[in-house]
Nanobody, 119 residues
Framework: QVQLVESGGGLVQPGGSLNLSCTIS????????LSWYRQTPGEQRELSDM??????????NYRDSVGGRFTIARDNVKNILHLHMNNLKPEDSAVYYC??????????WGQGTQVTVSA
């Protein structure tokens, strides 16, 4: 069983930065992906947008709208997934979720953390 706990959300002005963290517990499969998704009001969580993903190989991919502004990284020693967000825009406001997908293609979601970008 994998458990994920997000932290680091909050209120920030446009152009500001936030760093989200996801503490991971449990045993991961040898092949896996760790992702950040974001859910806007009225949207079903499982249909929300994938923002960034990192695979066990270290390869990363980003949603076009956040490329160059967001960076996903994993601290393998502390078992923490990070999302560094710079130059934030109001349209980045959402609940951000950390998601683990293992070899069985089962998704594990954290509880989410709210990010609000507003003046």
């Amino acid at each position: 069983q994998v458990q994920l706990v997000e932290s680091g959300g909050g209120l920030v002005q446009p152009g500001g930065s936030l760093n989200l963290s996801c503490t991971i517990s449990g045993t991961l499969h040898s092949m896996y992906s760790l992702s950040w998704y974001r859910q806007t009001p009225g949207e079903q969580r499982e249909l929300s947008d994938m923002v960034a993903v990192i695979w066990n190989t270290g390869r990363t991919n980003y949603r076009d709208s956040v490329g160059g502004r967001f960076t996903i990284a994993r601290d393998n020693v502390k078992n923490i997934l990070h999302l560094h967000m710079n130059n934030l825009k109001p349209e980045d406001s959402a609940v951000y979720y950390c998601v683990y997908t293992g070899e069985d293609d089962r998704d594990y979601w954290g509880q989410g953390t709210q990010v609000t970008v507003s003046a």
